[in-house]
């Protein structure tokens, strides 16, 4: 075997393995640049006490109704509609599988359809003084939403119904605090 032919040989693992890497390293060069949040505004979301449905296929199910509530915020201003409710199906590990719709309805009178899943769990122990109605400082449970908005698209407000949303949340006693944040 000639010397020229050992060499090439010996060299085709590196060129196999350098041309393996390149759509790795194109990849990275046209990686998307990640959502930033802003935050569009905050929700104080009133609630009545649950209304206990029990144990349905396995899986605790309670409504919580809305009772009302304010919007307030740099991109949103107005009130929460009574009438509303959260839906939730609290599984065997303590964790809120969430589905709340409610209305909002703008400074300027514009009506606001709000679909709002989301998760919320944490320690037993913390989901047990929440439940109890004590004030728990959110940073020590997981409670997150992703809202969906429906507004006539040619409102002042169509811009909620095509953008997309992240929620921080907050339950109290008598009500859910919401940050609603526009990803960009």
Same mark, same amino acid.
């Given at each position: 075997?000639?010397?020229?032919? *050992? ?17 790795? #390293? ?19 979301? =009133? ?14 199910? *309670?409504? %919580?109704? %809305? ?9 949103? #201003? ?11 199906? &609290? ?6 599988? &969430? =589905?709340?719709?409610?209305?909002? #309805?703008? #400074? ?21 003084? %929440? ?10 449970? $997981?409670?997150?939403?992703?809202? *969906? ?12 119904? *095509? ?8 339950? $109290? ?6 940050? &609603?944040?526009?990803?960009?």
């Amino acid at each position: 075997m000639s010397v020229e032919r *050992r060499s090439l040989l010996r060299a085709m693992p590196g060129v196999a393995l350098a041309s393996a890497m390149a759509p790795a #390293q194109a990849a990275d060069a046209e990686a998307l640049t990640p959502p930033a949040l802003s935050l569009a505004f905050r929700l104080r979301v =009133l609630i009545g006490p649950p209304q206990e449905l029990g144990m349905v296929d396995g899986v605790r199910k *309670r409504v %919580i109704p %809305i009772t009302g509530g304010t919007v307030e915020g740099p991109r949103l #201003q107005g009130q929460v509609l009574p009438g509303g409710a959260d839906w939730q199906s &609290i599984r065997a590990d303590g964790t809120a599988d &969430i =589905l709340a719709r409610y209305t909002l #309805q703008a #400074q300027d009178g514009t009506l606001i359809s709000v679909t709002n899943p989301g998760y919320r769990h944490g320690p037993p122990e913390v989901l047990a003084r %929440i439940a109890a109605g004590q004030v728990v400082d959110p940073a020590l449970y $997981y409670f997150r939403t992703t809202p *969906r908005f429906d507004v006539a698209s040619d409102s002042v407000h169509g811009w909620l119904g *095509r953008t997309v949303f992240l929620c921080t949340a907050g339950r $109290y006693s008598d009500h859910v605090r919401l940050d &609603i944040f526009a990803a960009s």
